[in-house]
């Protein structure tokens, strides 16, 4: 789908320098790809007054790539009680490869030192369709601090494509991740309170 084909004949008058347009339509679609080409091929002259040779047979056209895609990470919340916390990052359009990119935790108010969660990393990997997404879970400590409410961060980097170079022909990216990092909230579910004894003395004490 990326041109429509077209054959035909060409009739030229004989006079130096004539030319003659040939049309094939371009599909405009939106996927991402890299730069393409398709050929056109000149064959058969039917000339009964001169030997008219063709010089140059095949003409060559290369479309470029003009669309672009991004990926982005949600924020996302949990009372600390449900255990899971899961960001989702989505592409958000079709790529003609497949999309990589690296993903970390980062201690925001919530630490690992205090124990409030469970550090977590990878490599999430995406087959190329507009609105594809990706999990990304991170485990929650459920403890009986009474706390603030408390946040962390998942950090995307590292972006490639298998197959295919992530730059146009001006060397601008033709994957980007718009939105790199994720915050996600832990709300504090835990209660402490205060009592007082009653007491009984002497009056002299």
Do not use: W
């Not at 550090?119 to 087959?127: E, H, K, N, Q, R």
């Amino acid at each position: 789908g990326d041109y429509s084909g077209r054959s035909g004949s060409l009739m030229f008058a004989g006079t130096d320098g004539e030319s003659q347009v040939i049309t094939v339509p371009i599909t405009n679609e939106s996927r991402v790809e890299i730069a393409e080409t398709f050929q056109l091929l000149l064959e058969n002259i039917h000339d009964t007054d001169s030997p008219v040779l063709i010089k140059k047979e095949t003409g060559i056209a290369t479309i470029i790539n003009d669309d672009y895609a991004s990926i982005s990470i949600s924020d996302t919340s949990l009372n600390e009680s449900q255990g899971t916390m899961t960001f989702t990052v989505q592409l958000d359009n079709d790529v003609d490869a497949e999309v990589q990119v690296y993903y970390e935790t980062a201690d925001g108010s919530a630490t690992t030192a205090d124990l409030d969660y469970t550090t977590s990393g990878g490599l999430l990997t995406f087959t190329g369709y507009a609105g594809e997404t990706q999990e990304i879970t991170v485990n929650i400590t459920d403890d009986n601090k009474l706390e603030l409410n408390e946040s962390l961060v998942v950090n995307l980097n590292n972006l490639v494509l298998n197959g295919m170079t992530n730059q146009d022909a001006a060397g601008s990216p033709l994957v980007t991740i718009a939105d790199d990092q994720g915050t996600g909230t832990i709300f504090n579910d835990d209660v402490a309170s205060l009592t007082i004894d009653d007491v009984i003395i002497n009056e002299n004490s």
